[in-house]
């Protein structure tokens, strides 16, 4: 892709500019507010439909009414030029200069982007905003801003960046619709096995209509019969009916009599072993209430002298607490007087110390420098590993590039081939264009042939008249000379047979054009021009890319050869760790049979300094001791007025113990004796409700057996018995007839609805297969989906560390030093034997490393070979600036680079310069 050209009307601060770019390095220069960033602004609206935090009126220059952009470019897919207009009021319009048309474009996400994409050179559903914004062009001030951030930061950037989170969401939502597949299926799994359970009774119930319809008929024949009997058997059963609801109310009134007699005798029973009971605790309470009172004035006196004890024990634990602080306080004084007796000694010891110390410091120093030299050897040996694992992958790399040098230069002669495809594309593009002419010209010479053909009929046939004439003249005039005639004759045949040949070669032409004005022939022969082409193009890039491939191969030798001297270096460094290691075990060993005299004499001298401090601590504490001796003298005198007091408790709880036993036999009697009034007069009148009970029982018994002599209860029971036995055969008959014909109709309807439910179930059974399937379809793609996002993007992290990696040596021009962009999406830097993180990079390395990052993702992701640098300068003195000038000047892998500056730093590295101005 390359942009060619850029107009813009009243777009921001400029009201009609036009810009010319050429490939390579294109500086866009001049003062501040001069409107630099709005030509890359335009490019960003137009192609990539991306504008940031402005909105469409912010676009819009003071005064006008809309704005427009016009981007001329040569596209990616096929080479061919285009221009490409955008205007806040009426949006999109593309200009195919070739055809001299517009192509019918407006809807911008459905028709507008996917053309961009398929021109850019950008994969289908990419967000070509969100790829100009962190690859393409980067807003000003922000290209090291994404690299800066922390891990989580980063990882929402990039993820969307290399399409990470495309997968994970199509995962994500169709995790619904498998959700929504499962649910569909296991509710028809349940539709199944209700109609499954529901047939289940199918067959059983088809043999319950039919045994039910036989019981309905023996049934009705039955109840018949019954209810003949039953009238005979109605009158004698009223009439012993009545008879023996008599005998039955007599026999129940004796019943309660006699129940209520037998009561009444177990209630007076009962109140007389009461009343017995009372009179004999009142005797007992009277006997033991002087044993009772003592016991209570006993406790009472009990509970006075707990209270003393209390106060004795409370005197008891604050002389405990003073008993322990008096030794602590001994104790303490004991140490202190240990301590001053130590600190006495403690001069001399330091003065035997100081030829001890002195020799101790001149063996530390001589480790310190023995230590010093062993981790210089440690860092050789990490830089050896280092080295080692960079040569083994610097010397795959060199088989790796050796291979794709050698298919490099195998596309030599499909490259060659491109100038003749380039010509057979633009003449067929130029037939296309002239294919109405053609058609017109073909109509037209047609017309001609048809009207010729016609003519040369008329004069056939005059021809043919006149030769006839001629023979029958010479014929009929022998005279008239031979010669002439003939030559007569030969020139009229010769001009009918050149009319016909003329016309037979008209008609070739016209069969000729009618294959050159065949439209569908000629887009076929374009469209397999352009496939053809397109591959050529794409195995151009590819070799385009052999002298970088070269150059890389040697640069890859000479760090090759650089490393291998470096770890012969490292090598005879290593030789003398063994003399290191021995004289540093050497002074360990005399360090320790010194035994830290440096450490023991500030102990020393630390004592020493504490003297004073001592001496206050050794003063306070015997006062102390003091102290709390007279306290303890003076609890001892207040515990003395207790001495007898558990003697006194003593005798208390022995004259409680005494009368213990007689008290608990006056409180367990005591309530007996109070009831002793009530239990009397009830006793007395239960004896007189008994007597009365007799009486009545004696009068009704006499009138029961007179009454039995008269009713036979035997004849009364067999009759009953009959008539009820008869009258439920025909109830439960009678009864149950209805209910079996509802059950007959039930049953009916419901081998109906299991007729309905099997032909429902045949149905759900095939809407089950199909669920199935789908379901089994939607989980295979949701895991397709999450393996695949992992793994595409391993590939692409792959592809752009070794793009990023050779950028980076290509933008400092240092072939000795690497790039790594881990899976966190942070950079590493590899120089020598040591590895800096991207926040320990100097201001213009990490412009480098965070360039290199971003130009790999633009050719991994995009294939796209241009990009935007905004002011990438800002914030840097003069030397880094030329420095990152150089750097991006050196980049041959890009068709176009766009730089902004206000200074003049890339004016001196590229011939590419628009220079801007201010518009007043």
Not at 203 to 231: K, N
């Amino acid at each position: 892709m390359e942009i060619l050209s850029v107009t813009l009307k009243n777009f921001k601060s400029h009201s009609d500019r036009h810009f010319l770019f050429r490939p390579g390095t294109n500086a866009i220069c001049g003062e501040n507010g001069a409107g630099k960033t709005s030509i890359l602004e335009a490019i960003a609206w137009t192609l990539f439909n991306y504008r940031g935090a402005y909105k469409n009126e912010d676009l819009i220059r003071n005064g006008a009414g809309s704005a427009q952009a016009i981007i001329e470019f040569v596209s990616s897919r096929d080479g061919r030029t285009y221009a490409v207009k955008r205007c806040t009021t009426t949006g999109y319009t593309i200009y195919d200069p070739q055809l001299g048309e517009s192509l019918e474009y407006k809807r911008i996400d459905d028709e507008v982007m996917p053309w961009l994409r398929q021109h850019l050179g950008v994969a289908p559903g990419t967000d070509l905003g969100r790829l100009f914004a962190n690859t393409i062009g980067v807003p000003q001030g922000t290209f090291t801003a994404d690299f800066l951030q922390p891990p989580e930061n980063r990882k929402k950037i990039f993820d969307a960046v290399l399409k990470v989170e495309e997968y994970r969401q199509a995962n994500q939502q169709m995790l619904s619709l498998e959700k929504y597949a499962k649910v569909e299926v296991e509710t028809l799994e349940r539709a199944l096995a209700q109609y499954d359970e529901r047939l289940q009774e199918q067959a059983p119930l088809q043999h319950e209509h039919w045994s039910l319809s036989q019981e309905i008929l023996h049934d009705e024949v039955q109840l018949q019969q019954l209810q003949v009997t039953l009238m005979s058997l109605q009158a004698e059963r009223e009439q012993l009916t009545l008879q023996a609801q008599q005998v039955q109310q007599q026999q129940l009134q004796l019943q309660q009599l006699t129940l209520q007699r037998e009561s009444k005798q177990q209630a007076i029973e009962l109140l007389k072993q009461s009343v017995q009971r009372s009179e004999q605790a009142i005797q007992i309470c009277t006997t033991h209430r002087e044993s009772y009172q003592t016991y209570l004035h006993v406790e009472e006196h009990l509970q006075q002298l707990d209270q003393q004890v209390r106060q004795r024990q409370a005197l008891f634990q604050t002389r405990d607490k003073l008993q322990k602080l008096a030794n602590d306080q001994q104790t303490k004084l004991t140490r202190l007087q240990l301590q001053l007796e130590t600190i006495a000694n403690a001069s001399v010891q330091i003065e035997q110390l100081q030829p001890l110390i002195q020799q101790q410091e001149a063996l530390e120093q001589q480790q310190s420098a023995i230590v010093e030299q062993l981790n210089q050897l440690q860092a050789y040996k990490l830089e050896q590993q280092t080295i080692s694992r960079q040569l083994t992958k610097l010397q795959s790399d060199y088989v790796t590039i050796e291979a794709a040098i050698e298919q490099t230069q195998a596309l030599q002669a499909i490259v060659e081939q491109i100038p003749a495809l380039e010509q057979k594309r633009d003449r067929l593009q130029e037939q296309l264009s002239r294919i109405e002419a053609a058609k017109q010209f073909e109509t037209e010479l047609r017309q001609l042939v048809t009207e010729g053909e016609a003519k040369r009929d008329r004069h056939q046939l005059d021809a043919e008249s006149a030769l006839a004439t001629l023979r029958e003249v010479q014929q009929f005039v022998p005279l008239l000379a031979t010669a002439p005639i003939e030559a007569a004759l030969m020139a009229i045949g010769s001009g009918v047979t050149l009319n016909t040949e003329l016309l037979n070669a008209l008609w070739r032409i016209l069969a000729d054009l009618s294959e050159q004005v065949s439209i569908a022939k000629l887009q076929q022969q374009f469209r397999q021009t352009k496939t053809e082409l397109e591959a050529a193009y794409q195995q151009k890039t590819a070799w385009m890319t052999l002298e970088a491939k070269q150059t890389q191969r040697m640069q890859l030798h000479e760090e090759i050869t650089h490393l291998q001297t470096r770890l012969t270096q490292i090598k005879d460094q290593l030789a003398i760790e063994p003399q290191w290691q021995q004289q540093r075990q050497q002074l360990v060993n005399e360090l320790k049979q010194l035994e830290d005299p440096r450490s023991r004499c500030q102990i020393l001298q630390r004592q020493i300094q504490q003297q004073a401090a001592l001496n206050s601590q050794y003063a306070a504490c015997h006062a102390q001791l003091a102290n709390t001796q007279e306290q303890l003298l003076s609890l001892d005198t207040q515990l003395a007025e207790f001495a007898d007091l558990d003697d006194h408790i003593e005798q208390q709880k022995q004259a409680r113990q005494l009368h213990h036993a007689n008290y608990l036999t006056y409180v367990q009697h005591r309530n007996d004796a109070n009831q002793h009034a009530h239990l009397k007069a009830e006793y007395q009148a239960a004896i007189a409700e008994l007597q009365q009970l007799d009486a009545a029982h004696q009068t009704l018994q006499a009138e029961y057996n007179q009454f039995m002599q008269t009713f036979d209860p035997q004849q009364a029971m067999t009759v009953e018995a009959t008539y009820a036995e008869l009258r439920s055969q025909a109830d439960r008959i009678q009864g149950g007839l209805p209910q079996q014909r509802k059950r007959l109709m039930d049953l009916e309807q419901r081998l109906q609805q299991l007729q309905t439910v099997a032909e429902k179930r045949d149905r759900c059974q095939q809407d089950l297969t199909q669920k199935k399937r789908t379901q089994k379809f939607i989980t295979f793609a949701r895991k397709a989906y999450k393996e695949a996002g992992p793994r595409i993007t391993e590939r692409y992290l792959q592809s752009i560390r070794r793009e990023a990696d050779r950028l980076f040596r290509e933008l400092l021009n240092r072939p000795n030093v690497a790039l790594e962009w881990t899976k966190e999406y942070e950079i590493l830097v590899q120089e020598g034997g040591h590895t800096r993180r991207f926040v320990n990079l100097s201001g213009g390395e990490q412009m480098c490393a965070a360039l290199a990052v971003r130009l790999a993702l633009l050719r991994v992701l995009a294939d796209v070979d241009i990009a935007f640098f905004d002011e990438p300068t800002t914030n840097m003195d003069r030397p880094r600036r030329e420095s990152l000038a150089d750097a991006i000047a050196n980049i041959k892998s890009f068709r176009q680079l766009f730089v902004i500056s206000h200074d003049d730093t890339f004016e001196k590295v590229t011939e590419n310069v628009i220079l801007v101005q201010r518009e007043l």
